[in-house]
């Protein structure tokens, strides 16, 4: 065994960050699997020098009387259809358990397995896949590895997982539940080639006395104080007694020799912009109260240090000596010759220094709350901040409010409108310069990790800014028109989190998998040194990586893929630790043991993340296509049936010819592990990082693109698929406290708080009598009919009517029944998150906020990439072809699909049942997502509303489109009535067309699980224009309002301020006793959930 190499000499604090790279790989064991000798390339490294003496530690080695005999295998659950149910199917999607089929590959592996003294029955035979490491800390995309790379790349499926090391536990505990070890005298066991850990999957040779490496198959002997016999089935007899060899997740106290450095104090330094951005968005008192509630948290270490910077059109210094009753101000204005004054005190202890500290904190909104000035010198105050922490490293959290415009690292006003909704888009949401993104690198290499709070009021180029966190594995948060009364709670909350989590220090990273497949791409924030190590200056119970999984090799030869990462860190009390997750999976040549093995939640987050990378790269047209394509080539090859797929792709004699299996595979449903597939897929395409059209300002673009980087599986869940509740009939238990958690959607929080029901996202399930909850893990909304209960509304608001109400200033109210269960529900879903998601209450008929309530009903049309609504787009999936939405649909907006008041306002009002898809159209799978019933009664004045539009919220029909149609997306929709009153048309009218009537299709016949859509009115349409690959937009017309066109520098985040909403009409009237929402009666509820 090759010990790691001895603690370096006593290190000054001038050259300790000179030896921190090569030291960093010395201690992770310089594992490159791509360099070894008389292998295959990419596969493996020379073995490293011969081994030394191993430490002595005063643990005594464990017994070896006893031995406990693993459990056997569970049997899995069978997955739901319920969106909310996948994720408790368990990790095998309703497939029971099988050991892969072996063929040649075998053959080979059990060549070598003898040459070193067993064979792979042996070795299959001791292999326990019921030890796992438990799904807070690794998910798979699929739990069954194919054999060979033409399997895989028959399956379609995206091969790769997501870790998250430091993961809470899910009871919500201090302690996560993974054993500890400190080493005995033997020292921590590893390959003495790869470097991996000796774990529960390692065969055992020659009676104890040496051991196979399950990642690169080395043969390596056992060290005497290590030894155990091992009993008749070849294990050895003090499993009880070795957690690492009995427990997929272990953490050992690592020994001297795995510190660079001893272990330095938790630091964190503030850096505030006091600059007239900063005084006009009222965040100085939030930011100054928010730090100052968390100081007796970082008060529990007493070696905390803490430090203070300030900046506008000079940088700021804070001498906070134990010794002074007031802080001493040093103000540097030659940006250009930056000094550091009193380097010695501007870090300083926060337990002697606290007096000091809170008189900073107390008189810093007064100090600078009229400042007036719009400069801001960012990249000085970053420099001058890592000169400060550079020696000792830690956290560093940047408050920034206006766009960075002087000395370094100052950005220009980028965003562009004329390339809005255009492929030349994502250029805005690339970096605009590196300058960000190496000082990022430099901050990680000297151990500092950046948090980033954003309250924008104006463009502040956050797409370039993120390269900050990005590259220094923190975290951004984005506050646009901050205002005290709405967002300091979610600020103080997203504060709170950042300063209170577990966080380690100094931490590297590294996953190694069996030999014949490679981790080809990391996802993620990270510094990645060398081709394998992630650099984390800080990783907390939050930090998430993806990865994509690849064969190496034609075909594997072994049944069993291992899966092994390994976190070095420094725990906040000073401790060197090494958390260490084996997870094992078994190879099978089987295309439906594959598919059936799926965890569609992890393939979704998988998916979106790539899509994410392409989008930054060919843009969001392309990103969203491909998630298409995706999508629809899984669907096909996995109704292609049980087949055996060798190393060249030829199939068995199960299916003699292609052209049978493609006649199967329009016969065959859809497997139930990927039942919900196309619903999340299509959700995706409709969410707010890849939505097109123009209604989405580039940096909240960016910054929901940042949030879904570091995302992990429970939080994009509902990012992508939110979740919503119906409040103003649910039943008397929910909201109450102390639910028994048989499912995670059921009760949620600390205290089990029991849940309402949850409904689909489709316009049809709301009526202008109810209340309902939305949240989509970043954001809340509480959407309330014109029509509710004045009962109801006193009981939540405090109000009998919310008529004439400024709804910037409502709340929920305290003191009834109702508020109360209500305010638990919101609670309880906060905690899930660990921060409080912020509350938005929509009046229905509020045409500014009610539009992006509506961008989260995804399964109606009214949301982009076009008119297809869920059963429309089921039906483009199950056919395997590409199709344009069908004609006459709505189209809000410049592709947008929900197009803003001043893109000629919202959808108009359809005939009923004018969202039906054509007969040609195969039904959706189950799910119990039933098309609506026909309407018993005539639509509400005006038209109502298919499944796909948004409430008509009093607005006529948009005029005949102007300017060119988006390719793909139909013909644009004539005008159904006159212009919306005092409203003008965004171009001149195009000339008039010859138009037709078209026929209204036959009603589709009804399937099973899928009740038939309503047949299609007679209605006049446009002949629809030519069109080009789906989703591809072009050129919108000059918009003419502030809010329907690209935000400006004054319309970011906030309504639009030269339009007042349109004056009730008669179609805002509440009918007698309402119907359902859009005219039609209520749905039956869905028995989806």
Same mark, same amino acid.
């Given at each position: 065994?090759? $010990?790691?190499?001895? #603690?370096?000499?006593?290190?000054?604090?001038?050259?300790?960050?000179?030896?921190?790279?090569?030291?960093?790989?010395?201690?992770?064991?310089?594992? /490159?699997?791509?360099?070894?000798?008389?292998?295959?390339?990419?596969?493996?490294?020379?073995?490293?020098?011969?081994?030394?003496?191993?430490?002595?530690?005063?643990?005594?080695?464990?017994?070896?009387? &006893?031995?406990?005999?693993?459990?056997?295998?569970?049997?899995?659950?069978?997955?739901?259809?319920?969106?909310?149910?996948?994720?408790?199917?368990?990790?095998?999607?309703?497939?029971?358990?099988?050991?892969?089929?072996?063929?040649?590959?075998?053959?080979?592996?059990?060549?070598?397995?003898?040459?070193?003294?067993? /064979?792979?029955?042996?070795?299959?035979?001791?292999?326990?896949?019921?030890?796992?490491?438990?799904?807070?800390?690794?998910?798979?995309?699929?739990?069954?590895?194919?054999?060979?790379?033409?399997?895989?790349?028959?399956?379609?499926?995206?091969?790769?997982?997501?870790?998250?090391?430091?993961?809470?536990?899910?009871?919500?505990?201090?302690? %996560?539940?993974?054993?500890?070890?400190?080493?005995?005298?033997?020292?921590?066991?590893?390959?003495?080639?790869?470097?991996?850990?000796?774990?529960? &999957?390692?065969?055992?040779?020659?009676?104890?006395?040496?051991?196979?490496?399950?990642?690169?198959?080395?043969?390596?002997?056992?060290?005497?104080?290590?030894?155990?016999?091992?009993?008749?089935?070849?294990?050895?007899?003090?499993?009880?007694?070795?957690?690492?060899?009995?427990?997929?997740?272990?953490?050992?106290?690592?020994?001297?020799?795995?510190?660079?450095?001893?272990?330095?104090?938790?630091?964190?330094? &503030?850096?505030?912009?006091?600059?007239?951005?900063?005084?006009?968005?009222?965040?100085?008192?939030?930011?100054?109260?928010?730090?100052?509630?968390?100081?007796?948290?970082?008060?529990?270490?007493?070696?905390?240090?803490?430090?203070?910077? *300030? &900046?506008?059109?000079?940088?700021?210094?804070?001498?906070?000596?134990?010794?002074?009753?007031?802080?001493?101000?040093?103000?540097?204005?030659?940006?250009?010759?930056?000094?550091?004054?009193?380097?010695?005190?501007?870090?300083?202890?926060?337990?002697?220094?606290?007096?000091?500290?809170?008189?900073?904190?107390?008189?810093?909104?007064?100090?600078?709350?009229?400042?007036?000035?719009?400069?801001?010198?960012?990249?000085?105050?970053?420099?001058?901040?890592?000169?400060?922490?550079?020696?000792?490293?830690?956290?560093?959290?940047?408050?920034?409010?206006?766009?960075?415009?002087?000395?370094?690292?100052?950005?220009?006003?980028?965003?562009?409108?004329?390339?809005?909704?255009?492929?030349?888009?994502?250029?805005?949401?690339?970096?605009?310069?590196?300058?960000?993104?190496?000082?990022?690198?430099?901050?990680?290499?000297?151990?500092?990790?950046?948090?980033?709070?954003?309250?924008?009021?104006?463009?502040?180029?956050?797409?370039?800014?993120?390269?900050?966190?990005?590259?220094?594995?923190?975290?951004?948060?984005?506050?646009?028109?901050?205002?005290?009364?709405?967002?300091?709670?979610?600020?103080?909350?997203?504060?709170?989190?950042?300063? *209170?989590?577990?966080?380690?220090?100094?931490?590297?990273?590294?996953?190694?998998?069996?030999?014949?497949?490679?981790?080809?791409?990391?996802?993620?924030?990270?510094?990645?040194?060398?081709?394998?190590?992630?650099?984390?200056?800080?990783?907390?119970?939050?930090?998430?990586?993806?990865?994509?999984?690849?064969?190496?090799?034609?075909?594997?030869?072994?049944?069993?893929?291992?899966?092994?990462?390994?976190?070095?860190?420094?725990?906040?009390?000073?401790?060197?630790?090494?958390?260490?997750? *084996?997870?094992?999976?078994?190879?099978?040549?089987?295309?439906?043991?594959?598919?059936?093995?799926?965890?569609?939640?992890?393939?979704?987050?998988?998916? $979106?993340?790539?899509?994410?990378?392409?989008?930054?790269?060919?843009?969001?047209?392309?990103?969203?296509?491909?998630?298409?394509?995706?999508? =629809?080539?899984?669907?096909?090859?996995?109704?292609?049936?049980?087949?055996?797929?060798?190393?060249?792709?030829?199939?068995?004699?199960?299916?003699?010819?292609?052209?049978?299996?493609?006649? *199967?595979?329009?016969?065959?449903?859809?497997?139930?592990?990927?039942?919900?597939?196309?619903? !999340?897929?299509?959700?995706?395409?409709? /969410?707010?990082?890849?939505?097109?059209?123009?209604?989405?300002?580039? %940096? +909240?673009?960016?910054?929901?693109?940042?949030?879904?980087?570091?995302?992990?599986?429970?939080?994009?869940?509902?990012?992508?698929?939110?979740?919503?509740?119906?409040?103003?009939? =649910?039943?008397?238990?929910?909201?109450?406290?102390?639910?028994?958690?048989?499912?995670?959607?059921?009760?949620?929080?600390?205290?089990?708080?029991?849940?309402?029901?949850?409904?689909?996202?489709?316009?049809?399930?709301?009526?202008?009598?109810?209340?309902?909850?939305?949240?989509?893990?970043?954001?809340?909304?509480?959407?309330?009919?014109?029509?509710?209960?004045?009962?109801?509304?006193?009981?939540?608001?405090?109000?009998?009517?919310?008529?004439?109400?400024?709804?910037?200033?409502?709340?929920?109210?305290?003191?009834?029944?109702?508020?109360?269960?209500?305010? /638990?529900?919101?609670?309880?879903?906060? +905690?899930?998150?660990?921060?409080?998601?912020?509350?938005?209450?929509?009046?229905?008929?509020?045409?500014?906020?009610?539009?992006?309530?509506?961008?989260?009903?995804?399964? %109606?049309?009214?949301?982009?990439?076009?008119?297809?609504? !869920?059963?429309?787009?089921?039906?483009?999936?199950?056919?395997?072809?590409?199709?344009?939405?069908?004609?006459?649909?709505?189209?809000?907006?410049?592709?947008?699909?929900?197009?803003?008041?001043?893109?000629?306002?919202?959808?108009?009002?359809?005939?009923?049942?004018?969202?039906?898809?054509?007969?040609?159209?195969?039904?959706?799978?189950?799910?119990?997502?039933?098309?609506?019933?026909?309407?018993?009664?005539?639509?509400?004045?005006?038209?109502?509303?298919?499944?796909?539009?948004?409430?008509?919220?009093?607005?006529?029909?948009?005029?005949?489109?102007?300017?060119?149609?988006?390719?793909?997306?139909?013909?644009?929709?004539?005008?159904?009535?006159?212009?919306?009153?005092?409203?003008?048309?965004?171009?001149?009218?195009?000339?008039?067309?010859?138009?037709?009537?078209?026929?209204?299709?036959?009603?589709?016949?009804?399937?099973?699980?899928?009740?038939?859509?309503?047949?299609?009115?007679?209605?006049?349409?446009?002949?629809?224009?030519?069109?080009?690959?789906?989703?591809?937009?072009?050129?919108?017309?000059?918009?003419?309002?502030?809010?329907?066109?690209?935000?400006?520098?004054?319309?970011?985040?906030? #309504?639009?301020?030269?339009?007042?909403?349109?004056?009730?009409?008669?179609?805002?009237?509440?009918?007698?006793?309402?119907?359902? !929402?859009?005219?039609?009666?209520?749905?039956?509820?869905?028995?989806?959930?």
């Amino acid at each position: 065994m090759h $010990a790691p190499p001895p #603690p370096p000499p006593q290190a000054t604090a001038n050259n300790i960050n000179n030896n921190i790279n090569n030291n960093l790989n010395n201690q992770m064991g310089q594992m /490159n699997l791509n360099q070894a000798p008389n292998h295959a390339p990419n596969m493996y490294q020379p073995a490293p020098p011969a081994p030394q003496s191993a430490p002595q530690f005063q643990a005594a080695p464990p017994s070896a009387q &006893f031995y406990q005999q693993p459990p056997p295998a569970p049997a899995a659950p069978v997955p739901s259809s319920n969106p909310y149910a996948q994720q408790a199917a368990g990790p095998y999607g309703g497939q029971q358990q099988q050991q892969g089929q072996q063929g040649g590959y075998a053959q080979q592996q059990t060549q070598g397995m003898q040459q070193g003294g067993g /064979n792979n029955s042996d070795y299959m035979a001791a292999v326990d896949l019921s030890i796992k490491v438990p799904s807070q800390f690794l998910r798979m995309t699929v739990n069954k590895i194919p054999t060979s790379s033409s399997l895989a790349s028959a399956s379609k499926l995206p091969m790769g997982g997501l870790i998250r090391p430091l993961a809470p536990s899910p009871s919500n505990s201090d302690s %996560d539940g993974v054993p500890v070890i400190n080493p005995s005298a033997s020292g921590i066991i590893r390959c003495k080639r790869c470097r991996t850990y000796v774990n529960p &999957f390692v065969a055992w040779l020659e009676n104890g006395r040496r051991w196979r490496c399950n990642i690169c198959g080395q043969l390596n002997d056992v060290p005497s104080a290590y030894f155990c016999h091992l009993d008749e089935e070849g294990k050895r007899r003090d499993l009880d007694q070795r957690p690492e060899l009995a427990s997929g997740v272990v953490e050992y106290i690592a020994p001297q020799e795995y510190m660079v450095r001893p272990p330095q104090p938790p630091c964190y330094f &503030f850096v505030i912009d006091v600059s007239g951005a900063a005084a006009r968005a009222q965040s100085l008192a939030s930011i100054a109260e928010s730090i100052k509630s968390n100081l007796d948290h970082l008060m529990s270490n007493p070696r905390t240090m803490v430090g203070f910077l *300030t &900046f506008d059109k000079s940088v700021h210094f804070y001498n906070m000596k134990s010794t002074l009753t007031q802080p001493q101000m040093l103000v540097v204005s030659d940006l250009k010759e930056l000094f550091i004054p009193l380097p010695d005190d501007l870090l300083v202890n926060l337990s002697d220094s606290r007096p000091v500290v809170d008189a900073f904190l107390d008189g810093l909104p007064a100090m600078f709350g009229k400042a007036t000035g719009s400069e801001a010198c960012l990249g000085p105050a970053l420099k001058a901040a890592f000169t400060v922490m550079k020696n000792i490293g830690g956290k560093m959290c940047v408050f920034q409010s206006g766009l960075p415009n002087l000395s370094d690292g100052a950005l220009k006003h980028r965003e562009n409108p004329r390339i809005m909704g255009t492929p030349e888009e994502f250029k805005l949401l690339c970096p605009g310069t590196n300058w960000y993104k190496d000082t990022g690198v430099e901050f990680s290499r000297s151990q500092i990790s950046v948090e980033l709070f954003l309250f924008p009021h104006q463009y502040v180029d956050t797409a370039t800014l993120s390269e900050l966190p990005r590259n220094t594995a923190g975290s951004m948060y984005t506050y646009p028109s901050f205002s005290p009364a709405s967002d300091s709670t979610r600020f103080a909350s997203d504060l709170t989190h950042a300063l *209170t989590r577990r966080t380690s220090f100094e931490a590297v990273m590294r996953v190694r998998c069996t030999r014949g497949m490679r981790l080809s791409n990391f996802y993620g924030n990270f510094c990645i040194r060398g081709t394998d190590l992630l650099a984390l200056p800080n990783a907390t119970s939050d930090t998430c990586f993806a990865f994509d999984l690849s064969h190496d090799e034609p075909m594997l030869n072994t049944s069993v893929l291992t899966i092994q990462s390994a976190l070095l860190y420094t725990s906040s009390d000073g401790e060197r630790r090494i958390r260490v997750h *084996t997870h094992a999976l078994p190879v099978t040549s089987v295309l439906s043991d594959v598919v059936g093995s799926v965890d569609t939640d992890a393939v979704c987050n998988l998916l $979106a993340k790539q899509a994410l990378d392409l989008s930054l790269k060919s843009g969001l047209d392309t990103a969203r296509s491909r998630l298409q394509q995706a999508c =629809m080539d899984i669907i096909k090859s996995a109704k292609g049936g049980n087949r055996n797929v060798g190393v060249y792709g030829a199939t068995n004699a199960n299916y003699p010819s292609q052209q049978k299996q493609a006649n *199967t595979q329009q016969t065959q449903e859809t497997p139930e592990s990927l039942a919900l597939l196309p619903l !999340y897929t299509m959700a995706l395409q409709k /969410n707010i990082v890849f939505r097109g059209g123009t209604d989405v300002h580039p %940096d +909240e673009r960016a910054s929901h693109m940042a949030a879904l980087r570091t995302m992990w599986i429970d939080d994009t869940r509902h990012f992508i698929y939110p979740r919503m509740f119906s409040l103003h009939d =649910m039943e008397g238990s929910a909201g109450t406290e102390g639910g028994e958690k048989i499912d995670e959607d059921k009760v949620c929080g600390r205290n089990n708080v029991v849940l309402p029901e949850l409904v689909d996202l489709t316009v049809d399930n709301m009526k202008s009598d109810g209340i309902f909850l939305l949240d989509n893990s970043i954001d809340m909304y509480l959407w309330v009919g014109r029509a509710a209960d004045a009962t109801l509304l006193s009981s939540l608001f405090g109000v009998s009517s919310l008529e004439g109400v400024d709804m910037a200033g409502i709340s929920l109210s305290e003191g009834s029944d109702l508020s109360s269960r209500v305010s /638990n529900i919101i609670k309880g879903l906060r +905690e899930l998150k660990g921060t409080a998601a912020k509350l938005t209450i929509v009046r229905e008929g509020d045409s500014h906020i009610e539009q992006r309530f509506f961008w989260h009903l995804v399964e %109606d049309r009214a949301s982009f990439p076009g008119t297809f609504n !869920y059963a429309e787009y089921m039906s483009m999936i199950n056919s395997g072809q590409m199709a344009q939405p069908p004609a006459g649909g709505v189209r809000g907006g410049m592709g947008g699909g929900m197009g803003q008041p001043g893109m000629g306002g919202p959808p108009p009002p359809m005939s009923m049942g004018g969202g039906a898809p054509p007969q040609s159209m195969g039904a959706p799978p189950t799910m119990g997502m039933g098309a609506p019933p026909t309407s018993s009664g005539p639509p509400m004045g005006g038209g109502g509303m298919g499944m796909g539009g948004p409430p008509t919220m009093g607005m006529g029909a948009p005029p005949t489109s102007s300017g060119p149609p988006m390719g793909g997306m139909g013909g644009p929709p004539t005008s159904s009535g006159p212009p919306m009153g005092g409203m003008s048309m965004s171009s001149p009218p195009p000339q008039q067309q010859q138009q037709h009537v078209q026929q209204p299709p036959p009603p589709v016949q009804q399937q099973q699980y899928q009740q038939p859509p309503p047949p299609v009115q007679q209605q006049a349409q446009q002949p629809p224009p030519p069109t080009s690959a789906y989703g591809a937009p072009q050129q919108p017309p000059p918009p003419t309002s502030a809010y329907g066109q690209p935000p400006t520098q004054a319309a970011y985040g906030a #309504p639009p301020s030269s339009m007042q909403p349109p004056p009730p009409t008669s179609l805002q009237q509440p009918p007698h006793n309402p119907p359902g !929402y859009g005219g039609m009666p209520p749905p039956p509820m869905s028995n989806q959930y």
